[in-house]
């Protein structure tokens, strides 16, 4: 029975950072992820003034409560949403001059809803160029509080964002959410603020923060769920392969995990105990219709393994994976046609008619994403290669070395 070793998860490893950094003390994260998103993190706390000591599977982040030690800074956000979403709304909390800038994909990804929400709250911050989009300036001067309303039906990072800033204002903050995509990960936020001193209430659609801060902590960060999702498919397309991912078990805090139910009710044996999950290939996989606003993150995973269904598989309600690193539902189903496998788009759904496929170059856009799993498909189709296959270093830079050794053991 593999077990494999999935790195730290991206999004616990992002919120893990700002907690850290927003605590009164010195927090020891274990095993956070080491990758291209999160190192970029750590080095715009850096710019901030901030100290993150780290060691090969530890990190030390010395906590400041009353904002960045920096009094003006620029922050270079590389491609990571989180850090170019979560830093700006650190920094606000703090006094001073701030700039934020991130590559070309991530400044077509929108900001828009949060710049909003937290001009509203009074903060000084302008954009340089397109509104809602990097780069921008916060002129910081600490955080009121008081009520909000947010939209967050293009990412749930907006809410989780102003969740984190919550326990740093004067008052507290009171957020009225109009919408709400991927709301698992916004339990994860509360869950990990809840671990650092802080408590989150919620009144119906209004999620209600005290002010008070957190406290430092040591905080075990869990394996990766979305990262998860490609190894537990390969078990699934392949029959009588087995995957087992330690870490993940009833208790994760990742809704992404989620999508072993997706693969239970295609056909595969799915076996979810305490701090352990295990996939295991039956030799067959049905088609169905899913809906995956809430995990959409594994919508390529589950598009990638379409062509080998029995039946078609339609994915629904999945909007919000057009403003991810690229548009997502038209990057898988253009690859998938590059392999010669019907698929069809509409605004928030993709629908794959299974068929055979042959080799081709997958188009990346340099989206981790779409190499992870397509690289899925290539176990049961030859001669797929792909444009870009570093992009993977934003959230697993080991995974074709990992995924290569998983399934050559015999």
Request: with cysteine; charged share 25%; glycine share 12%.
């Amino acid at each position: 029975m593999p077990a494999v070793d999935i790195p730290g998860s991206k999004s616990i490893t992002a919120r893990a950072l700002f907690l850290a950094a927003a605590a009164d003390g010195v927090t020891t994260l274990v095993r956070p992820l080491r990758s291209d998103d999160t190192e970029g993190f750590a080095e715009g706390l850096t710019r901030l003034g901030y100290r993150v000591g780290r060691t090969p599977d530890t990190w030390q982040i010395d906590g400041r409560p009353e904002g960045p030690a920096a009094a003006d800074a620029d922050v270079y956000c590389r491609d990571g949403a989180t850090t170019a979403r979560f830093l700006p709304t650190l920094a606000a909390a703090g006094h001073g001059t701030y700039r934020f800038d991130a590559s070309e994909q991530m400044r077509r990804r929108p900001l828009g809803p949060l710049s909003r929400a937290l001009r509203d709250l009074g903060v000084d911050l302008r954009h340089e160029g397109a509104e809602g989009h990097h780069p921008l300036t916060v002129r910081a001067a600490g955080v009121e509080g008081g009520e909000v309303v947010l939209d967050a039906g293009q990412s749930s990072q907006y809410l989780t964002a102003l969740l984190l800033l919550g326990p740093l204002t004067r008052c507290g903050l009171r957020i009225r959410v109009t919408d709400l995509v991927s709301a698992p990960y916004v339990e994860i936020t509360i869950a990990m603020m809840r671990s650092f001193g802080a408590e989150v209430g919620r009144e119906g659609d209004v999620f209600v923060v005290p002010p008070g801060g957190y406290r430092a902590t040591t905080y075990a960060v869990e394996p990766d769920a979305s990262t998860a999702s490609y190894f537990f498919a390969a078990a699934a397309v392949t029959p009588g392969a087995e995957v087992t991912v330690p870490g993940l078990g009833t208790g994760a805090l990742q809704g992404d995990l989620g999508f072993v139910d997706v693969l239970r009710r295609m056909g595969a044996d799915v076996t979810v105990g305490a701090d352990r999950t295990t996939v295991r290939g039956t030799g067959e996989l049905r088609g169905l219709t899913v809906a995956m606003r809430d995990i959409s993150d594994t919508m390529p995973t589950l598009a990638a393994i379409a062509p080998f269904a029995s039946g078609p598989v339609r994915i629904e309600d999945v909007a919000n994976t057009r403003v991810k690193e690229c548009d997502r539902l038209e990057a898988c189903a253009e690859n998938l046609r590059r392999l010669g496998v019907d698929a069809r788009v509409g605004p928030d759904w993709i629908e794959i008619t299974p068929g055979p496929c042959t080799g081709a170059d997958i188009k990346t856009y340099g989206d981790h994403r779409i190499v992870m799993s397509f690289a899925v498909n290539s176990l049961r189709t030859h001669g797929i290669s792909f444009d870009d296959p570093g992009c993977v270093r934003k959230t697993f830079p080991g995974f074709h070395e990992a995924f290569a050794e998983l399934w050559s053991k015999p």
